[in-house]
């Protein structure tokens, strides 16, 4: 089964500084995985996803993230971050299974920024 | 607006009470998702519905009673609940087939709050 690993459960950066998010997953075969984002009192929006191809992805809002098959890991990366850009993160491995199209969801990480 | 409605948004209900929450897409997707978030634990998956067929119950209480009348729509009735399962429900829906190449797309959650 497959699972996926958030070590960060807060981080804090300063507006303007760079932004990096931990995400390490295991899985049998070659991983779908994808990047969400939910603010407050919302659901889960998507910022980003991998299939196969380039290994470094590009999502919406300036995030990007890096596969990295040797480290089971799946970094989201920001250059600048933003005031608004404070919520949690999540990391999902998708999968096929009876149940159809199954995504395992990381425990978050939550993102401070301070001004 | 995510293209996955969910009402009420928000929900305060006794324990012997009878409600039920709602979710509906028009995206086309034929797989839908009920899932539960507490505050400080990771998203726990409680129903899954592919082709309006219930396929996976991840040992939910009895006390939560999903519904999937066409691919478009799908309940969560509740009764008899208790303090603990105040939380925000999620639901999701996605195109369940040969690969997961959407992820999901929720909607905005109904906080629950069981007095």
């Known amino acids: 089964a497959q699972s996926v690993t958030q070590p960060d459960i807060h981080i804090t950066v300063s507006e303007g500084a760079s932004l990096e998010l931990r995400c390490n997953y295991s899985y049998g075969a070659t991983p779908y995985l994808f990047w969400y984002v939910q603010s407050p009192g919302q659901g889960l929006q998507l910022l980003l996803k991998y299939f196969s191809g380039d290994t470094l992805v590009q999502g919406i809002k300036g995030f990007e993230a890096e596969f990295k098959r040797s480290q089971s890991s799946f970094n989201l990366r920001k250059p600048s971050v933003h005031w608004s850009d404070a919520a949690e993160y999540f990391c999902?491995?998708?999968?096929?299974?009876?149940?159809?199209?199954?995504?395992?969801f990381g425990g978050g990480t939550r993102l401070m920024v301070k001004p | 607006e995510t293209g996955v409605t969910q009402t009420p948004r928000h929900l305060v209900m006794g324990m012997t009470n009878k409600k039920s929450l709602k979710c509906e897409q028009h995206?086309?997707?034929?797989?839908m998702y009920w899932y539960k978030q507490s505050a400080k634990k990771p998203l726990e998956l409680m129903f899954v519905?592919?082709?309006?067929?219930?396929?996976e119950n991840n040992s939910v209480p009895s006390r939560f009673s999903p519904e999937c009348p066409n691919s478009s729509h799908l309940f969560l009735h509740l009764h008899t609940l208790q303090p603990e399962d105040s939380a925000l429900y999620l639901c999701?829906?996605?195109?369940?087939?040969?690969?997961?190449?959407?992820?999901?797309?929720f909607g905005s959650g109904t906080r629950l709050t069981v007095v």
């Open positions: 519905y592919s082709l309006e067929e219930r396929v």
């Open positions: 999701a829906s996605s195109r369940s087939g040969t690969q997961p190449l959407y992820g999901y797309t």
């Open positions: 999902a491995v998708g999968a096929i299974n009876n149940a159809g199209n199954m995504l395992t």
């Open positions: 995206l086309g997707h034929n797989a």
